[in-house]
């Protein structure tokens, strides 16, 4: 399970606008995605000028047996961003590894874009 947190505003990146802060995988499982979001967002939110907000939105993929799929669709969404943006998220520190190879790249470019603004 990956979470993306937004802000109640737009940040500015090297190709644009967009509200999300950070993207990231949920540290403790399926059985407390709120937890590592708010441990996250409570890290940031004191760091922003003018947010008063953020949102947590959660994206989930379907499983496959002996491979990690949550932690392919936090690279492949990070690197949609990167591709976007031309930069890493303001908040997510490691760029990891992508891979294409289980999700659509539209798809993932849609869920990126449905975040940001010209």
Known sequence: MV???TANRLLR?????????????TKK???RPAASAVNQASQIF?????????DVHVVTCGC????PTWTRL?????DAFR???FELPKYSKVRPKPNYALF???ALRKIIERFGAE
């Open 3 to 5: 979470y993306i947190l």
């Open 29 to 31: 499982g399926t059985e």
């Open 74 to 78: 936090e690279s492949s969404l990070i």
């Open 46 to 54: 004191y760091k922003l000028h003018g947010v008063k907000t953020i």
């Open 104 to 106: 659509n790249a539209n």
């Open 64 to 67: 496959r047996r002996a491979v």
């Open 83 to 85: 591709a976007r943006y």
């Open 13 to 25: 990146y090297r190709n644009g606008r967009s509200q999300i802060l950070y993207i990231g995988p």
